[in-house]
């Protein structure tokens, strides 16, 4: 049955919701199918029904980033009507996309005269204006969607953007402002306007925001996190250490609270206190890896490398598909000068016994550290051909190939090494990312968003996923988002593969807001 005779059945409602359905379940191609075979037997349907079907497909196709396909639709719908809404909305996105801001510019344009109050047009055209660096047009657009929808969140947001990447700062607080007295419980508002605060080295207001996340959420860690960080940066180490220890105290499990307070004492030469804070986690937990890496980290900054060496191995042997105690083992190999002969003992482990998951995972992480990538890709491909389920090395060969391509098949092979992890791993923030990631380099925004995104979600602080989101966004022509999240990753203080990238790309975003 196709698209079309379910019309004339009156039953349209059924196939938009088994289209919704394979859209869902990342059946696309039947979705695709569905719609295109409704066509082929069109002859009974009227105008209205077949350009409907033709905007569902230049959707699809868009969001699969077949933009040839979707503009072939896209021009067949503006042919025979050239008011269509959605046509021209799609068709500016698409130029967008290919930073054709002039020509966007007229698409967007033409949907805000045909639909005055169409408020997503209104900031995409801003974003227009933004690529083309026509500031002051930009800034008129969003301000007439504030006067069409003053209380939209979206609106709000754009704007707030809008002003922060041009170093309005006072304008951007207005507008977060407004957001929080719509929304005064809302933490990541808040921690916007924290943020923001901050930035103009207004300290004092900033800590009264940031003090309210901690009293509206006293077992959430992240506003104890944004306190310790406001107060390192005043440099007020005795603020800083009690609020870590009095967010520590109220979030006893959160592992993001014990990492910044064990890193706070070594820092600050209390590293007894460090070890303290770790053996009476262990003593209620023995076999809880990451206090034991936590503990690896201590010695190795007293440098006691022998217990350095000893708790890491303890940490990959209590979890030993667990990345981190094989990062932090190959960086203390690497301290001591004993890169080449961890690799030789190491290569004959795997040579005694090929299904030994621990020794490829430490072998790679030497050569990662090392930088020597070649290597790397050739260890964690013999760790999958003696146990194809090993996940962690199939997500870091994905990776790496996906970053040092050797040939064009190497991408497909990285994205069906991502897929494999993924599957076995499907909440794993690294796992998510390293998926997304490939899609972004294979042309897949949209899935690419999608993934990177539910990483973000549960590391928002992680610079190396904030740097990803924006890169997504920017390619999207989603300027002011991109601007915001690649801020956030710089921000994070990580030395991340691709942060020259980030702040070349936030560098040229901030340039288009001071040309005009």
């Known amino acids: 049955m196709t698209v079309i005779d379910v019309v004339a059945q009156d039953s349209v409602i059924d196939v938009l919701a088994l289209i919704k359905y394979y859209l869902k379940s990342n059946r696309v191609d039947k979705a695709i199918r569905v719609l295109e075979d409704g066509l082929e037997f069109a002859d009974g349907a009227t105008k209205p029904e077949i350009i409907q079907t033709k905007t569902r497909l ?37 130029l967008l996309t290919q930073r054709d801001g002039s020509n966007a510019v007229s698409e967007f344009r033409t949907v805000i005269d045909e639909r005055p109050n169409f408020v997503p047009a209104y900031i995409r055209l801003s974003e227009a204006h933004i690529l083309n660096n026509e ?15 003053p209380t939209s969140k979206r609106v709000l947001s754009a704007v707030a953007r809008f002003y922060t990447l041009k170093k309005e700062y006072d304008e951007a607080e207005r507008m977060i ?26 300290f004092t207001s900033a800590e009264a925001q940031f003090q309210k996340m901690v009293d509206q959420r006293p077992n959430s860690s992240m506003g104890y996190i944004k306190l310790a960080r406001l107060y390192a940066s005043m440099g007020s180490t005795e603020k800083t250490e009690r609020i870590l220890e009095k967010g520590y105290e109220m979030n006893p499990d959160n592992a993001a609270l014990l990492a910044l307070l064990v ?3 070594i820092g600050q030469n209390k590293s007894q206190n460090a070890l303290q804070l770790c053996r009476v986690r262990l003593e209620k937990d023995p076999d809880e890896a990451f206090t034991l890496t936590l503990m690896g980290r ?11 060496e000893e708790a890491y191995n303890v940490a990959i042997a209590k979890k030993p598909e667990w990345q981190l105690p094989h990062s932090h083992l190959a960086r203390l190999y690497i301290l001591q000068g004993k890169t080449e002969q961890a690799i030789e003992k190491l290569e004959r482990t795997v040579a005694d016994n090929p299904r030994n998951a621990s020794a490829y995972l430490r072998l790679g992480s030497i050569y990662l550290a090392k930088e020597d990538y070649e290597n790397a890709q050739m260890v964690y491909a013999q760790a999958l051909e003696a146990m194809p389920k090993l996940w962690v090395a199939a997500n870091n060969l994905a990776f790496l190939m996906s970053e040092y391509p050797k040939s064009k098949e190497d991408l497909e092979t990285a994205l069906d090494l991502a897929k494999q992890a993924n599957s076995q791993r499907p909440d794993d923030p690294a796992v998510l990312d390293s998926l997304g990631w490939i899609y972004y380099k294979r042309g897949d925004l949209d899935k690419a968003y999608e993934l990177i995104e539910q990483a973000s979600a549960r590391a928002p602080e992680s610079g190396i996923l904030n740097y990803h ?19 956030k990753s710089l921000s994070s203080n ?23």
């Open 177 to 202: 402002r407004k957001m929080l007295d719509m929304e005064p419980d809302n933490p990541g508002l808040r921690s916007a306007l924290g943020d923001l605060l901050a930035i103009q080295q207004n």
């Open 263 to 265: 890193q706070f004492y």
């Open 469 to 487: 989101l924006g890169m997504v966004l920017y390619k999207t022509g989603r300027s002011l988002e991109a601007a915001e999240k690649l801020e």
């Open 298 to 308: 201590i010695h190795e900054s007293r440098r006691e490398y022998d217990l350095a």
């Open 58 to 94: 230049a959707k699809i196709y868009f969001a699969k980033r077949d933009v040839e396909t979707a503009r072939t639709y896209i021009d067949e719908i503006l042919k025979k009507n050239p008011k269509s809404i959605d046509g021209h909305f799609i068709k500016g996105n698409i």
């Open 135 to 149: 500031v002051e047009l930009a800034e008129d657009v969003l301000r007439r969607a504030l006067k069409i929808q």
């Open 494 to 516: 990580e030395g991340f593969h691709g942060r020259e990238e980030a702040e070349e790309t936030l560098g040229q975003l901030r340039s288009s807001l001071e040309k005009d």
